[in-house]
């Protein structure tokens, strides 16, 4: 084997062995410790490549906002996340927690938009914050900017919400009646809850008045009865249990440079010395080096 496939396999080692701490800090080691669960069949973490600036920046001038930097570093470190695991009964698997953030490129804006002509008859968004809007909650009228965060299974949708006249955004639910419900203050704290709630169905509604459905407690109270808190302990379990480190993303993107200059300087070694004869005396054209 030659030097530069030595190189090379060395480079992939370092690069895998990277991309799977991130990912375990990522999840605190959730998707580690579901694996050794009794009764889980199969994790399936999607890993994804940091989203480039260039498309984080073309969404902010798109919608005029600027995206928190929590939620800018998450999405300058990975493109969007999902995991899921299946748990087996009788013979047979089936999905029992699923947790995902859209990529930036499925972050769309919901509402926000005038309607096509004035003299329009058929019911849009602007009617129903007259009939259901109340004061301190999202509206779809422009001046309120919402987007879809994660879409769930039972018609609901996670939203990151830009509050009329407020900078930083928080997360809402809208759930299937169209009702808002406020789940978190920020992104990162968003993300620490799905990670303790471990992507179970349903379990954004145990933070609302609404409350979990008996299908989805029945499932939680065998692998994890502790979510089954009074409120008053779940608006606080993440916040003390959890604590995702910030500085990760810095780091792999720091990984991710140096990993991409590595294999640039590799592969500008090998045309340098494929572009010198054999038994050429001649000094090198050191353009090839650099």
Known sequence: MSHSDNTDDTSASNDLSSNELFYNHL????????????????????????????????????????????????????????????????????????????????????GGFESLSDGEMSPNLDDLDRLLGKRGKPLFKSTCKIFELQACPNNSIVCLVYLEYKVSPSIWLLDRSLEWHFIAKNFTLYFRMMLVYHGFPEWQYALTPIGLSPAAKLIISGIAPELLSPPSFKKTIADTNCRIDPTIFKVRSKMKSSATDERNASGQQERGAEAEPSGDTRTPNHQNFH
């Open 27 to 110: 999840t605190l080691g959730l998707s580690k410790t579901l694996a050794k669960q009794k009764g889980v069949h199969t994790v399936n973490l999607h890993k994804r490549e940091p989203t480039e600036k260039s498309v984080i920046a073309n969404w902010e001038q798109k919608h005029c906002c600027k995206l928190p930097n929590d939620l800018k570093n998450f999405y300058l470190s990975v493109e969007g996340f999902k995991m899921e695991w299946e748990g087996e009964y009788g013979g047979e698997t089936f999905l029992i927690g699923a947790m995902e953030i859209n990529p930036i490129t499925k972050l769309r804006r919901i």
